[in-house]
């Protein structure tokens, strides 16, 4: 599986950007994407994330009512809106997948992707 992550870029605070995903080559079984995120000095987190068998979504508390993860499935495509931007938003954005074989409890695990988009980088100044 190949991801193509696009859509980064410089706002200031309050702004909105919209992040896609591209995935190629991908299975036809089960699987989970997540949007993560990775800021100097920190470790990389979950923003938002969803199996595909299930109609849940997971956003971190941090971004719950700002941001929203949607997909179009003809394309392939995952986005994440990101409204109401904030400047600890700034960050590396990372897509990822993982191929779900076993039922999965929660989508939210960074360990638990197996494949990765290059990252695109969002900054958000104030």
């Known amino acids: 599986v190949q991801l193509q992550a696009s859509g980064g870029g410089s706002v200031q605070s309050g702004g909105s950007l919209r992040l896609s995903c591209v995935a190629s080559a991908r299975t036809l079984g089960d699987f989970a994407i997540g949007w993560f995120r990775q800021a100097p000095g920190k470790e990389r987190e979950v923003v938002s994330c969803?199996?595909?068998?299930?109609?849940?979504?997971y956003y971190a508390d941090s971004v719950k009512g700002r941001f929203t993860i949607s997909r179009d499935n003809a394309k392939d495509t995952v986005y994440l809106q990101m409204n109401s931007l904030r400047p600890e938003d700034t960050a590396i954005y990372y897509c990822?997948?993982?191929?779900?074989?076993?039922?999965?409890?929660?989508?939210?695990?960074?360990?638990?992707?197996?494949?990765w988009g290059q990252g695109t980088q969002v900054t958000v100044s104030s």
């Open positions: 969803f199996i595909s068998s299930d109609s849940r979504t």
């Open positions: 990822a997948y993982a191929d779900i074989f076993m039922n999965w409890s929660s989508c939210y695990g960074v360990d638990d992707y197996d494949f």
